[in-house]
């Protein structure tokens, strides 16, 4: 194991630890992903039609992107920990400045695997079925963890750009149009003409789409390779930026 690497987890085991010593964040966060996912049942279940499968089966990649989106703190904690001068006593350390910042997005992404474990055990209690083959399985599973990392990259930039909690809190629920003008919760079909094109082609629709190829069935090829091409430029153009901007402070 690297010296970097292991600067990174050491930071990753600081946020968590941080994070368990505030229980009532810890159980919001798990809690508003589970709400979320029997609301959406309650109100679109009987009312949005999914052909060739159950509503639940459609709509709980999206409930996972969601929680991703909108439970990953990294925006509020890095404003924070930049406005009490922690940031400034990891820049005066011999650390690299990507070292400090993949240690704040490994324990997102740590967060993101276990609300998903719990995400996915309460939907099989409600019926909710996995309807491919392991390795597509395991496919998504990485998808997930991909898609936590990269968010996190994103919001780390909003949270040092932005260097205030409130507004970063506020910036990072901007992701949210995206996931509604996706086929996270209705059929694309449905939405008007002049909107189709962009759902169909945005980063979190693919990503949404992949998810539920993968674990209901089906050629998953497609949407899988555009996953990897939205990850992997994104991840060419956030790392570096974010970096960067830590860096300069």
Do not use: K
């Not at 704040?104 to 491919?132: H, I, K, P, Q």
């Amino acid at each position: 194991m690297t010296a970097e690497l292991t600067v990174a987890l050491v930071i990753a085991r600081r946020n968590l630890t941080r994070l368990l010593r505030t229980p009532r964040l810890v159980v919001l966060s798990s809690l508003q992903p589970i709400l979320f996912l029997l609301l959406y049942l309650a109100v679109f279940g009987g009312a949005v039609e999914t052909p060739g499968m159950t509503y639940i089966d459609y709509v709980m990649p999206a409930v996972v992107v969601q929680a991703i989106l909108t439970g990953a703190t990294t925006a509020v904690a890095m404003a924070v920990d930049l406005r009490s001068g922690m940031i400034d006593r990891f820049r005066s350390l011999p650390i690299d400045p990507l070292t400090v910042l993949t240690g704040r997005t490994f324990a997102d992404v740590a967060r993101a695997a276990v609300v998903t474990a719990l995400l996915v055990s309460l939907a099989a209690a409600l019926g909710y079925r996995l309807g491919n083959d392991l390795v597509w399985v395991l496919c998504a599973s990485l998808l997930v963890l991909i898609f936590a990392f990269l968010v996190s990259w994103l919001l780390v930039l909003v949270g040092v750009v932005v260097g205030d909690p409130e507004t970063a809190q506020l910036a990072g629920l901007l992701l949210l149009p995206l996931l509604f003008a996706s086929s996270a919760f209705v059929p694309i079909s449905t939405m008007p003409e002049w909107l189709q094109p962009f759902a169909e082609n945005q980063p979190i629709n693919v990503v949404v789409t992949a998810l539920r190829t993968m674990t209901e069935g089906g050629d998953a090829r497609h949407w899988l390779w555009l996953s990897v091409a939205w990850a992997v430029g994104g991840a060419v153009a956030l790392i570096p930026t974010a970096t960067i901007a830590f860096g300069r402070g």
